[in-house]
């Protein structure tokens, strides 16, 4: 394992994504996924595109759209308080039609992390986690659920929700996806 070390304070972190450095890394996403979705309004706004038309893009007939996209996001970070942190599980209807609605739905999200603290999540990288899927279960560890499952598949709705609204003419670029607009550190 590779580790990085903070000027600031003099501490090494693992760089391998772990269940307590996965907790900012979510929700970095999930700021990054509210700025771009909020210059997908501005642009549809701008340019008379009814907000529907930019909610229901898909880059193909057979995959999810947009709206599908940001939901997904959202649960898995919250599989992850759930699985790991033991929180309860937190129902979201799924019924987001609007760009507000998806809004309050990822500030929803986040708040879900306002109050988590690393502890929680202290020794759970080698306890079994069973994800149940349409596929059938996939049994994993407190570590693999975040390595294999939780960041790819965030970060690959995520991906798909910044492809949907280029598609669709939205002027946003690398730093949108991977800074919510800001300069990431080191950049």
Do not use: W
Not at 133 to 151: C, E, P
Request: glycine share 10%.
């Amino acid at each position: 394992m590779y580790a990085g070390h903070d000027a600031q304070n003099g501490t090494t972190t693992p760089l391998t994504p772990t269940p307590t450095t996965g907790v900012p890394l979510l929700t970095q996403g999930l700021k990054s996924l509210k700025h771009i979705l909020q210059k997908g309004e501005a642009y549809a706004i701008e340019h008379s595109i009814p907000a529907e038309q930019i909610l229901q893009a898909r880059l193909a007939p057979d995959m999810h759209p947009l709206l599908f996209q940001i939901r997904s996001c959202s649960d898995t970070a919250k599989g992850v308080l759930v699985r790991l942190a033991g929180h309860e599980p937190v129902v979201m209807e799924d019924n987001e039609q609007t760009f507000a609605e998806l809004y309050a739905r990822i500030d929803k999200t986040l708040a879900l992390f306002d109050d988590v603290k690393p502890e929680e999540f202290e020794g759970k990288e080698g306890i079994e986690v069973v994800i149940k899927r349409r596929l059938g279960d996939f049994k994993t560890t407190g570590l693999g659920l975040l390595q294999q499952f939780a960041l790819p598949n965030f970060y690959f709705h995520e991906g798909m929700a910044y492809a949907l609204l280029r598609k669709e003419g939205v002027q946003i670029g690398k730093l949108d996806f991977l800074a919510g607009g800001s300069s990431p550190a080191g950049a």
